[in-house]
């Protein structure tokens, strides 16, 4: 168990020290809208667009509520 925890140890030493900043010409990259978090919008719509059709239903991507009315 030791060696399991000091091997893990040393790699996290080693990764973090391989981390280097962004560089200011590589943030326009990192800022486009296919490296955000939700993926590619246009496939994320054709997803929503697919799942609604075969569900019938709103899909959950709108807005909350019930049938009563009430949000």
Request: charged share 15%; hydrophobic share 35%.
């Amino acid at each position: 168990m030791p060696y399991k925890l000091t091997s893990l140890v040393l790699l996290s030493i080693l990764f973090l020290g391989c981390i280097k900043p962004v560089k200011s010409w590589q943030k326009g990259t990192l800022a486009h809208e296919r490296m955000q978090i939700g993926g590619d919008p246009i496939i994320k719509k054709v997803n929503e667009h697919v799942f609604t059709s075969k569900e019938a239903s709103v899909g959950g991507g709108g807005i909350g509520g019930g049938g009563c009315g009430c949000n």
